[in-house]
């Protein structure tokens, strides 16, 4: 039974600064990655009024293949997602998620800070309890989530890849 007596301290349990206003993004699919073993399904994340730019999302796709072709990127013969999501201004997370294992979600984190770094990194990760998915990423995950349910319970052949590669969403998170 969950403990209420502290439930008095609650106003002073929050990390949300009294001026944040939140606003809904947008999610956008784009066309599939192919990589030689692997399909990624591709989402840009942004305000309505600063979407992704095209040379953005271009450096990033082309990341993403520059990575694999390189070997750095370790997702031969799986499925999953990326996600280019425009934080701010200048700044951007490129999140690489591929199923493993049947019913595992693994991720590979990248940044590009602004223009003084001119191409997307890995993104350090400090400390055992840290970021995963911000509000908006969780939209384009939740989703996902589900489109790897239904392709658990398909036949897993040829067409039931087909349709989970075509199984995107789109809209406001």
Not at 40 to 62: N, Q, S, T
Not at 143 to 154: D, G, I, M, T
Request: proline content about 7%; overall charge neutral; hydrophobic content about 45%.
């Amino acid at each position: 039974m969950p403990d209420t007596s502290a439930a008095a301290d609650l106003p002073a349990v929050t990390n949300v600064a009294a001026g944040y206003i939140h606003r809904d993004k947008l999610i956008t699919p784009g066309a599939p990655v192919a990589l030689p073993g692997a399909r990624l399904k591709w989402y840009d994340i942004a305000l309505a009024d600063a979407p992704v730019p095209a040379g953005i999302r271009a450096l990033a796709r082309d990341f993403v293949l520059r990575e694999d072709r390189a070997g750095a990127l370790k997702v031969s013969g799986d499925l999953g997602f990326a996600i280019l999501h425009r934080c701010g201004a200048d700044f951007y997370f490129l999140l690489v998620s591929t199923w493993h294992n049947e019913n595992e979600l693994w991720e590979t984190v990248y940044a590009k800070d602004g223009r003084q770094q001119p191409d997307f990194r890995l993104f350090p990760l400090p400390g055992p309890h840290r970021g995963t998915f911000c509000v908006w990423e969780l939209g384009a995950v939740w989703h996902e989530q589900q489109a790897w349910r239904r392709y658990l319970r398909s036949g897993r052949d040829d067409a039931a890849r087909r349709a989970y590669l075509a199984d995107s969403c789109e809209g406001p998170v």
